[in-house]
């Protein structure tokens, strides 16, 4: 056997053995979750008697960064007001959008120029001015000089009175009971530090009054495919994650963290693109240094819906910056990784993330054109190619459809027949072009991250077609 057939062999066989351990880890991560599942569907019984409410709940600040929402903001506020929660406010940060969206605010609830002090305990850009609602008291807005979703949402902590803060999107809409059910960690076990819920693709969903009135599926084909990714890759890897404390990254749409933990760890990174991810990772690394006892979790059930993009290069720049956000979250915390405290976070989730999610795209792509190229030139067996589709493709539809069985077993969110067959069908096509489609814009963002290329978070389309009744 030739040099040149040794290299090829190991290459393929390199290949091979990577998709398998992709999918096999998410596949071992979604059988963690099942596990979850049943031991929290046995506690959901008691969620379900009659609940009686002391009021010594711990008192939220709900952080809601905007620039340029002004076709969501009002529907999202609104939805946040009605949450059953004993005490709470609402904070919207306008990081000085260029539309109407302060306008919308003012309109909308009222609001009025409102001195008060203002504790910089995290430096950020200027505060123009604070507005507070005459209408409802438990809302504020601050209206600051452009720095970005990091730079906003320390303002927010800044001017937030209570011990957790819970970031928002301003584009989303929270179930009535999210917030309930995403601090009951911090009730269960005081050593959380944070929480994040199940974010949702909203598109195809009717909202009146700031109220999920119907749930349903987008007709756009870039949303629904990211339905079914949303299943997979963001609401069963994580809550398998988060069953052995190693999740790394708490959805910057809807998560909780204690107040004083992430000052204690600096805030939010203004020029990190990953805020969300980067100030999870640095929290693991610090508290896992300081031998600290903590716990980071996953909750799935209070569900946060979000608009998700519906054009292609809306969803081709938002996955860029998630590439490139994930890049730098991981290279500036490199003393996580096999840290002699370091734990499942350090020895399982990092490894993981560099391995499948930071370096995954360059293999992934690389594979498929050398397997592509090889079985063109005679230089792989069909056999061999054969055997590659099983584990790149036939992995990959197995991985989403348990991903989509679990939601039927647990959640039940879609539950007409043609819902399902829909969900089915997209389990199928997403692994023939979507997915693929989707590591080249990974591997464009982590080649800016590498070349250090001048990027930023940019403004997201929002339509907000799935709003009525404002």
């Not at 560099?354 to 594979?367: A, D, R, S």
Request: net charge positive.
């Amino acid at each position: 056997m030739t040099t040149h057939q040794l290299v090829v062999d190991f290459i393929t066989w390199f290949v091979l053995c990577y998709f398998i351990a992709l999918n096999g880890s998410y596949l071992v991560l979604n059988f963690l979750s099942l596990r979850t599942l049943h031991r929290k569907g046995q506690e959901q019984f008691l969620d379900e008697l009659p609940q009686a409410y002391s009021g010594l709940e711990p008192p939220v600040s709900i952080l809601v960064p905007a620039y340029n929402e002004e076709a969501t903001i009002a529907a999202s506020i609104r939805s946040m007001l009605q949450l059953t929660y004993s005490e709470f406010e609402i904070i919207v940060i306008n990081d000085g959008s260029k539309d109407g969206t302060l306008e919308v605010l003012k309109r909308e609830f009222n609001l009025l120029p409102f001195p008060e002090a203002y504790r910089r305990q995290i430096a950020t850009k200027d505060v123009i001015a604070v507005y507070r609602s005459t209408r409802y008291p438990n809302v504020r807005v601050i209206d600051k000089v452009n720095g970005g979703k990091a730079d906003s949402l320390n303002a927010g902590i800044n001017a937030s009175r209570y011990p957790l803060f819970c970031g928002v999107d301003a584009d989303s809409i929270l179930q009535r009971d999210s917030l309930e059910k995403v601090i009951k960690p911090f009730l269960d076990d005081p050593t959380v530090v944070a929480t994040g819920g199940t974010v949702r693709v909203a598109n195809g969903c009717e909202v009146s009054g700031g109220f999920l009135t119907k749930v349903g599926l987008p007709k756009n084909p870039w949303a629904l495919f990211q339905v079914v990714e949303y299943l997979r890759a963001f609401l069963f890897g994580r809550l398998g994650w988060s069953a052995i404390n190693g999740m790394l990254i708490i959805s910057g749409a809807f998560g909780v963290f204690r107040k004083d933990a992430v000052i204690l760890a600096g805030g939010y990174r203004p020029k990190t693109i990953g805020e969300d991810m980067e100030l999870v990772v640095r929290m693991h690394r610090l508290l896992r240094a300081k031998r600290q006892p903590y716990r980071v979790e996953f909750v799935p059930d209070p569900v946060c819906w979000t608009e998700a993009p519906e054009d292609f290069k809306t969803l081709k720049n938002q996955r860029i910056r998630w590439q490139r956000g994930l890049a730098e979250s991981l290279s500036g915390n490199w003393g996580l990784m096999f840290g002699r405290n370091g734990g499942v976070p350090g020895w399982m989730a990092f490894p993981f993330m560099m391995c499948f999610e930071w370096l995954g795209p360059l293999v992934e792509l690389g594979g498929y054109v050398f397997m592509v190229i090889g079985v063109l030139t005679g230089a792989i067996s069909w056999e061999a190619f054969s055997a590659f589709l099983f584990v790149a493709i036939g992995l990959g539809i197995l991985l989403s459809a348990s991903g989509l069985l679990l939601e039927e077993m647990s959640f039940h969110i879609y539950p007409k027949g043609k819902q399902l067959l829909m969900l089915a069908a997209v389990v199928l096509l997403e692994n023939f072009g979507y997915r693929q489609l989707n590591s080249l814009w990974r591997l464009t963002g982590l080649y800016r991250w590498a070349m250090q290329k001048e990027s930023s978070w940019g403004a997201m389309k929002r339509k907000g077609t799935w709003q009525s009744g404002q």
